[in-house]
């Protein structure tokens, strides 16, 4: 692949639903510029950008893939992205970096929840929008329906430049609004120009007014020629209709069949002609967050930001940047600014699927990657020593789907460990917590598919095989009343005795003060140099509740008298003396289980509210407000038991048709009911009997 230079570089992000075509579309375009010989097909495993085993295993996208074409003078970076929400980091990290967004959308299905949901993220990025309606060869594929629906939810900028010759098995070809030329596919991806259908004249027309009206709305001059009915010049029409493109105020719709091959070329004719270049200045911010915008030249200095990082079983860490300012060769150094180490940059590789190009340099604009770098992650700035101004990072969702992970074997910890760290590295959506008090293990992810996958990878890369449970709750135990209990204990068995007496009065604490100890101690009835071991005793006496066996919380436990024996006592007398105070006391200070509390951040659609709040309401959440958005859509904020969250990722894409989305952190503990509390007791004596 030869240089390009900025201005003939096109970063595009193909985006869309689940099944929409994306895959296809990329293996198509790869095919029609020669960069495949043989064009793949998604349902046999066989596509260039879908070449992870999990990927030909589910027929899904997993992982981004980047995808360079080289068409009309100019090089087309292509980064294919997964449609299902799982895998929502992957779309973000890949917008991140691309200028612009072509949405894929079913001609059959039409807009769907996944075409909403990266039409919103496109629109909070601001970047220009191509939607290509697929499958027109389809059964059932309807254009007008599918550019209804389009127009409705998204706008009357919404509107095409290309019309559909036919549909289904009868589709053979694209009227192309611009040349006003009918372009009908022949043998071996030929076309023939020939004149617009009769039956497609007038709406051509139509849509063509359109397009010129909302072209010429980006310039005064053109509005006010146009308003007088003067004729727009051909150039006129393509200048104005390039800058209504990029600044959003038009969104071109084409239209074509990726399987078929058909209105494929027109497509990447027409993203070299609209799609914006990369940019001539960048946003960058220093360490303070002082925001400086930058000259984004090849002959300004090197500046990175490393998007997505991949493990490749042999090559090692493999990492994706994009470069904003400058350039870089290979077998150079850098500096990472983030971690601020400096790293060693080898051989520099463009990436088609799993397939590597080597090149000697990457300019400013353009995507490349290279392996090894010792300290760099996703959202690292990588630049040249003197530069100071980070790149923004990626803000990626939180994860809120858990299990707790459990290796088959006893012996493969380690290995689960070690593997664990690696997907760290490699997903940033991904989260792996050990929780000290239930001993688990815990991983997050996007969805159960995203941790399902992990699991298989797991498998397949490291050997070992693990179990996804459900979490345990952190419950804790505390006490409502208040009591004066002894502790003694006395052994006298041959030799030297055993001999601790403690009396101590059992209180409750405020919620969240954890544990007092107060020496109330007179006289010396207990010595001094033995009552850390009473303080030492309740310590670890409390680590195990009398309900359930949860460790006790929000308790004050005063030492107010005792006695010692001068030879028999001993620290280990007094903090066994301590500790059998400590569960006579819990019992009869009227003891109760504690549960965590979540605050919980729930944006639904306006339509879906009813049933998010009868949902909280089965929950045994309290609504604290809600606060409508500019978008039409609702946050709920609710306080939830925790015990009641899980598979709630699941059941709010339920009830939501995917479209709901929430964030929860822990807020505090709060008594159990006593009816929940009996059943988290009985569960916890059937475990232990176990």
């Not at 727009?232 to 029409?237: V, Y």
């Not at 006893?410 to 460990?417: A, F, I, M, Q, S």
């Not at 007496?501 to 954890?514: A, D, K, Q, S, T």
């Amino acid at each position: 692949m030869k240089n390009y230079s900025t201005d003939k570089i096109r970063n595009i992000s193909i985006i869309g639903h689940s099944g929409s075509g994306k895959t296809a579309l990329t293996e198509s375009m790869l095919f029609a510029t020669g960069a495949v010989q043989r064009m793949g097909r998604v349902e046999d495993g066989t596509t260039t950008s879908d070449f992870d085993a999990d990927e030909i295993l589910k027929q899904i996208s997993i992982n981004a893939s980047l995808a360079p074409i080289e068409w009309n003078q100019n090089k087309l970076n292509f980064i294919d992205t997964p449609g299902y929400f799982d895998f929502i980091g992957e779309v973000i990290s890949s917008m991140r970096v691309t200028e612009s967004a072509l949405v894929t959308m079913c001609a059959v299905s039409g807009v769907e929840v996944g075409t909403e949901k990266v039409w919103a993220l496109s629109e909070k990025s601001s970047m220009p929008k191509f939607l290509f309606i697929n499958k027109m060869d389809r059964e059932n594929a309807n254009f007008e329906k599918a550019l209804s629906q389009a127009r409705d939810q998204f706008g009357q900028q919404v509107v095409p430049v290309q019309l559909p010759i036919g549909s289904e098995d009868n589709f053979s070809g694209v009227v192309d609004l611009l040349s006003m030329k009918a372009l009908v596919a022949k043998d071996e991806g030929t076309y023939s120009s020939e004149e617009i259908p009769a039956d497609l004249a007038d709406q051509a027309e139509q849509y063509r007014e359109q397009i010129i009206e909302l072209a010429a709305e980006t310039d005064d001059e053109l509005t006010m020629k146009y308003l007088e009915g003067e004729e727009l010049t051909e150039d006129e029409i393509h200048a104005a209709l390039r800058k209504a493109v990029q600044s959003g105020h038009l969104i071109p719709v084409l239209c074509g069949s990726a399987t078929k091959n058909i209105g494929v070329k027109q497509l990447m004719d027409f993203l070299v002609f609209a799609a914006p270049a990369p940019a001539d200045a960048v946003k960058a911010v220093d360490k303070e967050g002082n925001e400086k915008e930058l000259p984004a030249g090849a002959d300004q200095p090197f500046r990175a930001l490393v998007f997505k990082t991949m493990a490749d079983p042999y090559v090692g860490k493999i990492s994706f940047f994009r470069v904003y300012t400058g350039k870089l060769n290979s077998d150079s150094q850098v500096v990472n600014l983030n971690k601020e180490n400096p790293e060693r940059v080898a051989q520099i590789s463009l990436f088609r699927g799993k397939n590597q190009i080597p090149v000697k340099e990457v300019v400013a604009g353009d995507i490349a990657a290279v392996a090894k770098l010792q300290d760099t992650s996703t959202g690292d700035t990588l630049c040249v020593k003197e530069n100071e101004y980070f790149l923004p990072d990626i803000k990626f969702p939180v994860p809120m789907t858990s299990f707790a992970v459990e290796p088959k074997s006893k012996n493969d910890e380690e290995k689960v460990g070690a593997g664990l760290s690696k997907f760290l590295e490699e997903d940033p959506t991904f989260r792996v917590e050990r929780n000290p008090e239930t001993k688990q293990t815990l991983i997050y992810g996007m969805g159960d598919t995203h941790l399902e996958i992990i699991v298989s990878r797991l498998s397949k890369k490291y050997g070992v095989d693990v179990d996804l449970n459900k979490p345990k709750i952190p419950y804790k135990e505390t006490i409502r009343g208040s009591t004066k209990v002894e502790g003694k204990h006395k052994k006298q068995s041959g030799g030297r005795g055993q001999f601790g007496h403690v009396w101590i009065e059992f209180e409750p604490l405020p919620r969240g003060e954890e544990f007092e100890f107060v020496d109330k101690i007179f006289g010396g009835a207990v010595p001094r140099n033995y009552i850390p071991a009473v303080e030492k005793g309740l310590v670890e006496a409390m680590e195990e509740g009398v309900l359930a066996g949860y460790p006790a919380v929000d308790i004050r436990a005063t030492l107010y008298d005792g006695s010692y024996h001068n030879v028999d006592s001993s620290e280990m007398a007094f903090k066994i003396a301590a500790s059998l105070a400590y569960k006579k006391g819990m019992t009869e200070a009227n003891p109760v289980m504690l549960e965590p509390i979540v605050n919980v951040e729930i944006n639904v659609p306006e339509s879906f509210m009813g049933d998010i709040m009868g949902d909280l309401n089965s929950r045994r959440g309290k609504i604290m407000g809600m606060d409508p958005q500019d978008d039409g859509s609702q946050t709920v904020r609710a306080q939830v038991p925790l015990a009641e969250m899980y598979k709630y990722p699941v059941d709010l894409r339920s009830m939501t048709q995917g479209r709901g989305e929430f964030t929860m952190e822990f807020s505090h503990y709060e008594e159990v009911p006593p009816n929940i509390a009996e059943k988290v007791i009985q569960e916890s004596k059937k475990e232990n009997e176990q």
